[in-house]
């Protein structure tokens, strides 16, 4: 299997006799000595910002052939939300298209042009999001991060994945940048261009190993799990995902916590940056602790810190005073079905504990067998629900099901079910504890 090699990047490249081999489990594959990836084959596209241009682009598109691969690029840790700054796109026949949805109500017309076509996007539950709210969505599906660990790749970071199985050196020196910056320096662009630049010729050489070790229809039922969930709603009480909330053990600190989150996301909002970069979370957790009644006390907490923490003051101090005046708090918990950690099992439910520990090493042999990951073979939560409460009457078909409504894939059921049902008929004993020797006084 050789490779595309764009235009630009044949000077230089080895000679036959120096190709070294990657093996991937049973596919041994001729890839050669890295080459840089710095230029994109067609050179790099002006950037797309005018209804005219996004017409122009849309019916190029519609005119390409074969699948299309998309990306987004996002201002995450500088602007409000995840939404994207600039889309890229490449099809056979098109070309490559950078478009900054900024000045567009959307970006629907280029969803119609991509009516019908496979979309190749690399981890796409990261971009799938921020494209929805340009009204995009795909038809069909193809994620190479997901197809490079279903096919056994060591490492699956988009460079990483280009460069095992096409040889292609791919710099990721921007994919941390100020998207929303105006206007894109070139290099920025060019780098955004090179990521949908191989991403055909990526997916054929994924569908190539997939089909060598039977595992093709795997990721096809993966693809179309992540369409049919589409984007997850809003969380509840997003406020509890502030990292150090553990550090919290008193309702009313947590109520304060709660204010402040609210409010520096209402301003966030109102900046268009992101949260963090106001103030960041731990400041919330420590004033929060200390739950300081005047500024002075705010400003000299251990821990307070960031952009607006003087010149907001305050705003964070009557959050913390509404917080104390507060007659209904928050619960430090959440009421949830998810089993307790494992770690308590043993002293919780013994026979929980025994079937999840049976079953663990079950599942890690299979997946050592398909050549994948062991939480792409069943996702871990899915084990420890269907451990901690397996269905009366248990059977291959009974676990099955359970399996189903949590939401597996058919191909996980049909390889897992047969071994949770012995694994949850025949569990092997715990090992009994560990005793420490109680030291006698003399």
């Not at 190029?60 to 691969?69: D, M, N, S």
């Not at 939404?83 to 000045?103: C, H, K, Y």
């Not at 990526?202 to 190993?209: A, G, K, N, P, Q």
């Not at 420590?286 to 923490?309: C, D, E, I, N, Y």
């Amino acid at each position: 299997m050789t490779p595309h090699i764009p235009e630009n990047t044949t000077a230089g490249a080895p000679a036959a006799d120096t190709t070294p081999h990657i093996t991937v489990e049973g596919f041994d594959s001729q890839v050669p000595v890295v080459i840089d990836l710095d230029a994109p084959r067609d050179g790099v596209p002006l950037v797309i910002e005018t209804q005219s241009g996004l017409e122009r682009c849309a019916a190029a598109i519609a005119a390409g052939t074969g699948p299309a691969g998309v990306d987004a690029e996002r201002a995450s840790g500088f602007r409000y939300g995840q939404r994207a700054f600039l889309v890229q796109i490449r099809r056979e026949g098109s070309g490559t298209w950078l478009i900054d949805p900024e000045p567009f109500e959307n970006l629907s017309i280029i969803n119609d042009a991509l009516q019908g076509v496979e979309w190749i996007l690399h981890a796409a539950s990261q971009d799938l999001p921020c494209l929805l709210e340009l009204g995009m969505w795909p038809d069909r599906l193809f994620d190479t991060e997901l197809a490079a660990r279903l096919a056994g790749l060591p490492r699956v970071g988009l460079a990483a994945v280009i460069e095992q199985l096409l040889g292609f050196g791919l710099a990721k020196e921007h994919s941390a940048a100020d998207w929303s910056t105006r206007p894109l320096p070139e290099p920025w662009l060019r780098y955004a261009a090179l990521d949908v630049e191989v991403l055909t010729e990526l997916r054929e050489e994924l569908i190539e190993l997939l089909q060598a070790d039977g595992k093709l229809e795997y990721a096809e039922q993966e693809f179309a799990a992540i369409l049919a969930a589409g984007v997850a709603p809003p969380r509840v009480d997003p406020w509890r995902k502030t990292s150090g909330l553990h550090q919290i053990r008193d309702r009313r600190q947590l109520a304060a916590v709660r204010e402040m989150w609210l409010e520096r996301d209402s301003l966030a909002q109102k900046r268009d940056v992101a949260p963090g970069r106001l103030i960041p979370d731990s400041a919330l957790v420590s004033a929060a602790k200390a739950m300081p009644s005047t500024v002075p006390q705010l400003l000299g907490t251990k821990g307070f810190h960031g952009r607006a923490a003087q010149r907001e003051a305050p705003r964070w101090l009557r959050c913390i005073a509404a917080a104390r005046d507060l007659e209904d708090l928050p619960p430090l918990h959440l009421p949830t079905n998810a089993p307790p950690p494992p770690r308590v099992w043993s002293d919780r439910d013994p026979e929980a504990a025994a079937r999840l520990s049976t079953a663990r090493p079950l599942l890690q042999e299979k997946a050592e067998e398909l050549n994948l990951p062991v939480e792409n073979l069943l996702t871990p939560d899915y084990l420890r629900r269907v451990a901690w409460r397996p269905p009366s009457g248990i059977t291959e078909e009974t676990v099955a099901a359970e399996l189903r409504a949590l939401g597996a894939r058919e191909w996980q059921i049909g390889v897992v079910a047969p071994l949770l049902t012995d694994a949850f008929l025949n569990p092997q004993p715990l090992p009994a504890k560990e005793t420490k020797a109680t030291a006698v006084p003399e």
